[in-house]
Nanobody, 124 residues
Framework: QVQLVESGGGLVQAGGSLRLSCAAS????????MGWFRQAPGKKREFVAA????????DYADSVKGRFTISKGNAKNTVYLQMNTLKPEDTALYYC?????????????????WGQGTQVTVSS
């Protein structure tokens, strides 16, 4: 079983920055892709960013391009989401996800493993 644990959420003013972290554990996860999704109250879960195992392939939602950066840690089972120039519309519960296929999918249905989520709130 793969477990994902997120950290780094919080309350920040518009224009500020936060960095989210996600660590994957479990014997069966050693070569998959990892991604971030978010869900605001009353809205569907939406893709934010994803990265493959090597870190050589990334993808971003249009709404965060140029502001968010996804990266892998020295331990390949760790992924970060650096969020800059945050806007109130970025407020959501942010989830870390992983898939064994090592593809940077944008659909949440294609990710097998999920964390519990970390809240990001951006005040105006």
């Amino acid at each position: 079983q793969v477990q994902l644990v997120e950290s780094g959420g919080g309350l920040v003013q518009a224009g500020g920055s936060l960095r989210l972290s996600c660590a994957a554990s479990g014997r069966t996860f050693s070569s998959g892709a990892m991604g971030w999704f978010r869900q605001a109250p009353g809205k569907k879960r939406e893709f934010v960013a994803a990265i493959n195992w090597s870190g050589g392939t990334t993808d971003y939602a249009d709404s965060v391009k140029g502001r968010f950066t996804i990266s892998k840690g020295n331990a390949k089972n760790t992924v970060y989401l650096q969020m800059n120039t945050l806007k109130p519309e970025d407020t959501a519960l942010y989830y870390c996800a992983a898939n064994k296929q090592n593809n940077v999918y944008t659909s949440p249905a294609l990710y097998e493993y999920w964390g519990q989520g970390t809240q990001v709130t951006v005040s105006s």
